[in-house]
């Protein structure tokens, strides 16, 4: 082992294309800013596995953040791949550059890793959450290097890119109350049509990221569809792990009566095992739970939320399209009151109901903000469609006070106080307190100097640094 760590010191030290610094890579251990070429400023985020030796190949996941926490995103995923053996690396690419940027800063990265390590040239696959996840399962259609991807809570970014001659190895991974439920089942049946090995993984989690289970099970079903494919050698005590730890996770879902989600893991399981074992005893297990009337009710009553919901999205599509066009300002009271209808979806007794309502409200909120990216990205930028939005947010994240400052830097800057300070004083109501942003707010001198402002600020703050009186 210990030769084979010098072996690998000595090709980075002497690689006529790795900087002329000393560089050390350890095992177990998140590397940080390890630096791609020295004539671009581009770095990269790399972790070995413990085990890691230079006797063999290995498969590598690229890892994207598109905020900046490329580090985060790795991290992950570390357990996962120390248990599966996997290398990790995390390039840094943004939202805020081009597609063609990123995947050249992506492609730069790639293969600076694999002039230094034994990586397996058909086991490379991309991952990510959110922005990162719609930009990992979009790689693998732009390179044909990348043989699958991971999209947490991420629809497939488009299906029409899709190519069948060149087809990925697609693993998305949602909750049920995530906006991109109903389109991860659609493009599974699309992936399905056109033999695009895929499985779509139900978490339980109240959050993005799902528990580190479902991050190592991702990696297991990359490793068990490249045994299938004879990339990698078959290991029969390997498959019997995956396929009976799988098995009995189908049965615990269905002995807790959570059968549509015992019929889907089976169903998953399918597509997973078909090539290593007999199935006979699933297909027993699945026709049993679909004969069940439960699960026909079940399946019933999902079915109707996701008509109901695929319905008021289109309306609220059609609605945020046109307040946009119109300045429709008398429109937001509409809006909230659509508010108050999701809102008692959520609270409902109905399980699908309520899960309808969380998706509802994630979708009008990417809805708003994706608005937002495109006018203020716009070199003439619409002022009056940006404000609206911004108005819009602070019905939909009423807590959210960046879009109160918003509203009252922008109208401040219309020279519209009226507007200004009402939405301070809503502001002020729900608890916004930090006198030091509100005061160094942008286009708001005449604003903190009207007398209204400050009195308003004293109310609910006793902190105006201005006494100015009316005359």
Same mark, same amino acid.
């Given at each position: ?6 072996? @690998? ?5 002497? *690689? ?14 998140? /590397? ?22 230079? &006797? ?18 790795? *991290? ?6 120390? &248990? ?15 597609? =063609? ?7 730069? =990265? ?6 230094? /390590?034994?990586?397996?040239? #058909? ?19 732009? #390179? ?33 109350? $995530? ?31 799902? !528990? ?5 099970? #991702? ?36 002995? #807790? ?6 019929? !889907? ?10 090539? !290593? ?54 429109? @937001? ?9 999701? $809102? ?15 998706? /509802? ?58 507007? =200004? ?5 809503? *502001? ?14 942008? !286009? ?28």
């Amino acid at each position: 082992m210990k030769k084979n760590l010098v072996l @690998l010191f000595l090709a980075l030290f002497v *690689a006529p294309s790795v900087f002329s610094q000393q560089m050390v890579l350890r095992k177990g251990a998140v /590397l940080n800013a390890l630096p791609v070429n020295d004539t671009l400023p581009e770095t990269y985020s790399l972790y070995l596995p413990s085990n890691f030796s230079t &006797d063999k190949k290995w498969p590598l996941l690229v890892v994207f953040d598109l905020n900046g926490k490329e580090s985060q995103a790795l *991290a992950m995923f570390v357990m996962a791949a120390e &248990d599966e053996g996997y290398i990790l690396a995390a390039p840094q690419v943004r939202d805020t550059a081009s597609l =063609a940027n990123n995947m050249a800063i992506t492609t730069r =990265a790639v293969q600076k890793i694999m002039k230094l /390590l034994p990586i397996h040239k #058909s086991r490379i696959y991309t991952a990510g959450e959110g922005s990162g996840g719609r930009f990992a399962n979009l790689v693998p259609t732009l #390179s044909k290097d990348v043989s699958g991807a991971i999209s947490i809570g991420s629809d497939i970014t488009n299906t029409e890119l899709l190519n069948i001659r060149r087809p990925f190895h697609f693993i998305g991974i949602v909750n049920k109350r $995530n906006y991109n439920y109903p389109g991860l089942l659609s493009s599974e049946k699309i992936l399905d049509r056109i033999r695009f090995p895929n499985q779509v993984l139900i978490h339980a989690e109240e959050k993005e990221w799902p !528990h580190i289970s479902y991050l190592k099970k #991702s990696l297991q079903l990359l490793t068990l569809n490249a045994m299938k494919r004879k990339l990698v050698p078959k290991d029969s005590s390997y498959v019997e792990m995956a396929y009976q730890e799988d098995l009995a996770q189908a049965n615990q879902l269905r002995n #807790s009566m959570k059968l549509l989600l015992a019929e !889907h893991h089976l169903s998953e399981m399918m597509g997973v095992y078909g090539a !290593h074992k007999n199935l006979d005893s699933l297909r027993l297990l699945q026709r049993s739970i679909r004969r069940n009337k439960m699960f026909r009710n079940m399946k019933r009553l999902e079915n109707a939320s996701f008509l109901k919901e695929s319905l008021l999205k289109e309306d609220y599509l059609y609605d945020m399209e046109e307040d946009l066009l119109t300045y429709n300002f008398n429109n @937001l009271g509409w809006w909230n009151f659509q508010m108050g209808e999701i $809102n008692k979806f959520i609270e409902g007794s109905s399980k699908y109901e309520s899960d309808m309502g969380y998706r /509802l409200l994630g979708y009008i909120n990417a809805l708003a903000e994706d608005n937002i990216d495109i006018v203020a990205s716009e070199e003439l930028v619409d002022e009056g469609a940006l404000i609206f939005l911004y108005m819009l947010k602070t019905i939909l994240e009423p807590q959210n006070f960046n879009f109160y400052l918003k509203v009252i830097s922008l109208s401040s800057k219309n020279e519209d106080y009226g507007t =200004a300070l009402f939405y301070l004083e809503e *502001a002020l109501k729900k608890g916004f307190a930090d006198t030091d942003k509100l005061y160094s707010l942008e !286009h708001t001198t005449l604003l903190r100097i009207d007398p209204k402002f400050n009195a308003l600020v004293s109310k609910y703050l006793e902190d105006a640094r201005y006494n100015i009186k009316e005359q």
